[in-house]
């Protein structure tokens, strides 16, 4: 019954909004197109249908909001307008009940927070969809005192994002089916991949986790500082990290007052993303300005300050070494090794004409060289990658959702710091730099480095595996000697055979003709 309800409401929100209208429409089906003009009968709308996409998912709860914040960087699939306005969408959720969040703390550790916390301030200073922060002091176990944060998450999560997903996969196998480019555009992936992604948000011991990898990644840097987790105090629904301090990095005035060096601080945060996605492999993945601030004490003016760790990108060795590629043949403006990385890949049919995608891809990127970022879009870029990508039937990779969403992230931070930066130009030095790492005399002595355990334990074996080997091949080569006097033996027992075969025939033979001639003579 309950999902009956939400169901409808659903369809009713969708209706109120006017979204089938945007749906059916685009369908080629005669009978959707013609449902979608009776539905909208009688009715019109003033507002523009991005904005009212918008309003409809804000309304329909933070569920359908994070899901839109996800198909927010997903230009592949939506057009402009549409993408535009999702990438409004925020989480603006009221705080619950500082009760709830007591009873949740002391349920997790089996104390009171009395007990736990010198002290604890039970207004919150920030709510999202998931969790909601206090400040508190605790005392470690030297005794010492110490300001922390405490991420709290949200009751009776889980039970309300099972029953949105449900209606989510129904969703998207329906749009799958009817859509002309359901099957290319992989909607029940998407849906899967985001069904991923805020289930590690449900865990708080997760993020605790990957803030402590970040941690250890970013820290030789010295670039970021990422909050310590305590813990003895992180359970699913709770953890306690170091509080931070610092301005958000939307407050580019203060921060400049401040005495930050606000270009510097925009190029140092491309340096992070890159460092992060192509050394690490390891990347945040929720990088908006609420999560990131800017350290403005004496011993660390002007670093990063990252929070939130909830949604983490992670990239294998293949989809690094061939992002870097193509990034790097980008830059050189070597368009016809994008076309051929596209086709190595898989990612386009193994068919299409280098040159015809070279071609698309020049007409995409060229424009937008040696320009400062106040005149490009990273948006617009991919978008008409995208649309390019769509014509030659590309493939898309789910995995690089993430990625996509990061980068448009950090392209909103660079428009607020410094306008005038050069991506490209910033990006480029350290992914060459990158490149000559994977493939130069640096790289093959840090894979001798890692495989040296395993060498040192195969090395006194050396000796016996070395006899064993001969042995066997001694063993092979008397086999294969004796199975060839077996074969040369089959062949000479084959030819006395034969030729018993033909002295009996020719014996027999002998005796019919010398009969048949006796017979001959008597008559």
Not at 26 to 34: E, V
Not at 296 to 323: A, N
Not at 358 to 366: D, K, L, P, Q, T
């Amino acid at each position: 019954m309950n999902r009956f309800l939400r169901g409808s409401f659903i369809v009713w929100t969708v209706w109120r909004f006017g979204l089938h209208e945007m749906v059916l429409s685009n369908f080629k089906q005669p009978l959707l197109r013609m449902l979608a003009h009776l539905l909208s009968l009688g009715r019109s709308h003033t507002k523009p249908r991005g904005e009212r996409l918008r309003l409809a998912l804000e309304g329909l709860g933070p569920i359908f909001v994070k899901f839109g914040q996800v198909m927010s960087t997903r230009r592949d699939l939506l057009p402009e307008d549409i993408a535009e306005e999702l990438a409004k969408l925020q989480d603006r959720v009221p705080p619950f009940s500082s009760d709830i969040a007591v009873a949740t703390i002391e349920r997790a550790f089996g104390r009171s927070v009395s007990e736990i916390f010198e002290s604890f301030d039970r207004v919150p200073v920030a709510s999202a969809s998931i969790a909601q922060v206090h400040f508190a002091l605790l005392k470690d176990k030297t005794g010492t005192v110490q300001e922390v944060a405490v991420k709290v998450l949200r009751p009776n999560m889980l039970p309300a994002i099972e029953k949105d997903l449900s209606l989510m996969r129904m969703m998207a196998g329906w749009l799958e089916k009817v859509s002309a480019d359901g099957k290319r555009l992989k909607p029940r992936e998407v849906v899967a991949e985001f069904d991923k992604h805020l289930h590690d948000e449900l865990d708080l011991v997760r993020e605790a986790a990957n803030a402590a990898q970040l941690r250890r990644n970013m820290q030789s840097l010295n670039l970021v500082l990422i909050p310590e987790m305590y813990w003895d105090y992180c359970h699913p629904e709770v953890i306690v990290m170091e509080r931070m301090k610092g301005l958000p990095i939307s407050q580019v005035d203060a921060l400049r007052s401040a005495g930050v060096d606000i270009p510097q601080l925009a190029k140092d945060g491309v340096t992070i993303f890159f460092t992060q996605v192509f050394r690490d492999g390891f990347f945040h993945a929720d990088m908006h300005p609420g999560n990131i601030q800017v350290s403005v004490e004496p011993e660390s003016l002007g670093r990063y300050i990252s929070l939130d760790f909830g949604i983490v990108g992670t990239l294998t060795e293949f989809d690094k070494e061939y992002l870097a590629q193509n990034f790097s043949a980008f830059f050189r403006r070597d368009y016809k090794r994008v076309a051929e990385l596209h086709i190595e890949s898989g990612w386009v049919p193994s068919t299409t004409r280098v040159d015809e995608l070279e071609s698309a891809i020049r007409s995409v990127c060229e424009p937008y060289f040696d320009r400062p970022l106040k005149e490009i879009s990273l948006g617009m870029v991919l978008m008409r990658l995208f649309q390019t990508s769509r014509r030659f039937n590309v493939e898309i990779q789910p995995q690089l959702v993430l990625l996509q969403k990061t980068l448009l992230n950090i392209e909103g931070l660079g428009r607020q710091l410094d306008p005038e930066l050069d991506l490209w130009n910033t990006a480029k030095p350290f992914l060459e730099q990158w490149m000559i790492d994977q493939v130069g005399p640096k790289r093959f002595i840090q894979q001798l480095r890692e495989q040296a355990p395993q060498y040192a334990k195969i090395l006194p074996q050396l000796p016996r595996l070395m006899h064993d080997y001969l042995k066997q091949t001694t063993a092979s080569a008397h086999e294969r000697n004796q199975l060839a006097a077996l074969l040369a033996e089959q062949q000479r027992t084959n030819r006395l055979l034969q030729a018993i075969v033909y002295v009996v025939i020719g014996f027999v033979s002998t005796l019919i003709v010398l009969q048949a001639l006796e017979r001959f003579q008597q008559i």
